[in-house]
């Protein structure tokens, strides 16, 4: 009876989880669509807001998770608005799907992996030098990163046992640079590192979190 009682419970959990998400992927669409084409709209108008669109690879690792190493390669792609305070500084909302983890080395006897899909907002302002013709060429970036873990997709024993516990929301500290090749074509560095963990198992000194490298190419309209 237990038993029974228990797969209920876990069974509507599954599919409350499963309607929320199918709620939350069109609406971010929807969403997305409606700040980019305002974005670009205002910047037409005013000069003072951008759009772009972002993608690049993810070079990522988990702490506390014995597999050191930045080996998993993960992606990330999005949009991004940007509004220009003053002169020199800009601020930043991206929304953007990013693939990310841990995996053990090639050399290493078994293959192990932590795999995590993320639904992130970068929130960050950029400070912005190297003028050239009106154009700043060069920025610095720093502000926070807010994501939701959508999917966990665990081959590791030390972790197995415990995905019902991982914690869903995770803020991270977010630092990065930029070089605009021109009006349109930028290319970005980032250093993404999680202030809170996802998962803190039994016994262990070492909670683990996320962090990691990224290396992006920005369109901006």
């Known amino acids: ?36 084409s305002s974005a670009i709209t205002s910047n037409a108008q005013e000069n003072v807001f951008s759009a772009s669109i972002i993608a690049g690879p993810i070079f990522s690792q988990v702490r506390g998770d014995d597999l050191a190493g930045y080996h998993k390669i993960g992606y990330s792609g999005g949009i991004g608005i940007s509004y220009r305070l003053v002169n020199r500084w800009e601020t930043h909302l991206e929304l953007l799907y990013s693939h990310a983890g841990s995996r053990s080395s090639i050399f290493f006897p078994k293959d192990r992996f932590i795999d995590l899909n993320l639904a992130q907002i970068p929130l960050y302002f950029s400070y912005l030098t190297w003028w050239d013709n009106g154009l700043a060429k060069f920025q610095f970036d720093g502000g926070i990163n807010i994501s939701r873990i959508l999917d966990i997709n665990v081959d590791y024993n030390k972790i197995e046992p415990h995905l019902s516990e991982v914690q869903k929301n995770d803020l991270s500290l977010l630092l990065g640079f930029g070089l605009w090749l021109n009006q349109h074509h930028g290319i970005f560095g980032r250093y993404v590192r999680s202030f809170t963990p996802f998962l803190e198992i039994p016994n262990e000194a070492i909670p683990l979190k996320l962090f990691y490298l990224s290396l992006q190419y920005h369109y901006r309209f």
């Open 1 to 36: 009876m237990l038993t029974n009682s228990m797969e209920s419970i876990s069974l509507t959990y599954y599919i409350n989880e499963k309607n929320r998400l199918k709620f939350i992927n069109p609406f971010i669409f929807f969403l997305s669509i409606f700040l980019l």
